[in-house]
């Protein structure tokens, strides 16, 4: 079970790729098999005790082929690193890193407060996308995702209208937001412009590995979902 872990003001972050053995690109069903190894270093005791925060996502990269992409929120570096290869020297049979000219080791980072809410945000939508996706299903939860994108969010129907029942359903993560009373921030995260460049919503799209057509620009004012 994975368990909201609320990010330190100051954390190192690094971004590594991961594909197939042989460097074989994910597609996109490939992708969630490259997930579910994933897993097994995600739920590790000792990445979680020197990872508080991590997300991911399906990202294209220079040679115009796919990869996951893994950016991790460290608070011993050295620690995360030795087990991310420890991991893969244990799995070698089935993924290894594509070295990408955006991979970068763990470099320190203190944002401030716009930026510290958005890397909190992906962090703690991963951790809901994980648990939902393995409980209810990555298909049901793709159309769920399809659904509200392309078709409820026009329309400015609030997430919660949509995923609620089914977050609250399948995953502890969203439970304990629910008991912490953040879920509510969370819903605001997920159609919350960050930093003027950054839409919450974008990043569940992605990470369901969907495509995500042109968002209109009322889509980035504060009170475009009604309420």
């Excluded at 953040?182 to 995260?189: E, H, I, L, R, V």
Aim: glycine letters at 4%; one cysteine or more; proline letters at 6%.
């Amino acid at each position: 079970m994975l368990t909201i872990q609320k990010l330190p003001v100051k954390y190192f972050m690094g971004v590594e790729f991961f594909r197939f053995a042989g460097l074989k690109p994910p597609g996109t069903h490939e992708y969630f098999a490259c997930l579910d190894v994933m897993r097994v270093l995600f739920d590790h005791p000792d990445f979680k005790s020197s990872t508080p925060g991590f997300y991911i996502s399906e990202l294209t990269n220079e040679d115009g082929r796919n990869s996951l992409r893994l950016v991790y929120h460290s608070i011993d570096p050295t620690k995360t690193q030795d087990f991310i290869k420890r991991f893969l020297e244990e799995n070698k049979s089935s993924v290894t890193l594509f070295v990408s000219t955006e991979s970068r080791k763990p470099q320190p980072s203190a944002p401030e407060n716009e930026e510290y809410r958005f890397q909190s945000f992906l962090s703690t939508n991963t951790q809901v996308f994980l648990e939902v996706s393995q409980s209810f299903g990555i298909e049901s939860l793709r159309a769920l995702v399809f659904s509200y994108r392309c078709n409820c969010f026009p329309q400015r129907i609030p997430p919660e209208a949509v995923f609620e029942w089914t977050f609250t359903k399948h995953s502890e993560c969203f439970r304990q937001l629910q008991s912490a009373s953040t879920d509510k921030q969370y819903w605001s995260d997920l159609v919350h412009y960050f930093n003027g460049q950054d839409f919450g919503l974008h990043f569940l799209v992605n990470m369901s590995a969907l495509q995500d057509p042109a968002y209109d620009p009322k889509s980035f004012k504060e009170d475009w979902v009604l309420r």
